[in-house]
């Protein structure tokens, strides 16, 4: 699968962002899709996925802040990022779950990652 990220920028903080990941080679709907993060000097750590049957996840970091949604029609995953905080700050990265119809997520099975995005909230 192949994945382009975009969406990403400056914000001050408390602004908003909406990330969005197009998704193409497999049939999206069937999979798992995740939203991962890596700030300078630190290791990539996950923010939030979403199954192919619409269950969400997030890390507790982002939990009431940020929205993960998918759109099939579309091939895309979005990220809705609200009061974003200067902690907030780093590369953004979508993947996908190499299988199908997974029950729940496992973070090892995101086999496929996008370019990512930089996300950049100023104090």
């Known amino acids: 699968v192949q994945l382009q990220a975009s969406g990403g920028g400056l914000v001050q903080t408390g602004g908003s962002l909406r990330l969005s990941c197009v998704a193409s080679?497999?049939?999206?709907?069937?999979?798992?899709m995740g939203w991962f993060r890596q700030a300078p000097g630190k290791e990539r750590e996950f923010v939030a996925a979403i199954t192919w049957s619409g269950g969400t996840y997030y890390a507790d970091s982002v939990k009431g802040r940020f929205t993960i949604s998918r759109d099939n029609a579309e091939n895309t995953v979005y990220l809705q990022m609200n009061s974003l905080k200067p902690e907030d700050t780093a590369v953004y990265y979508c993947a996908a779950d190499s299988g199908s119809r997974r029950y729940g997520i496992n973070l090892r099975d995101f086999l496929s990652w996008g370019q990512g995005t930089q996300v950049t909230v100023s104090s």
């Open positions: 080679g497999r049939t999206f709907s069937s999979y798992a």
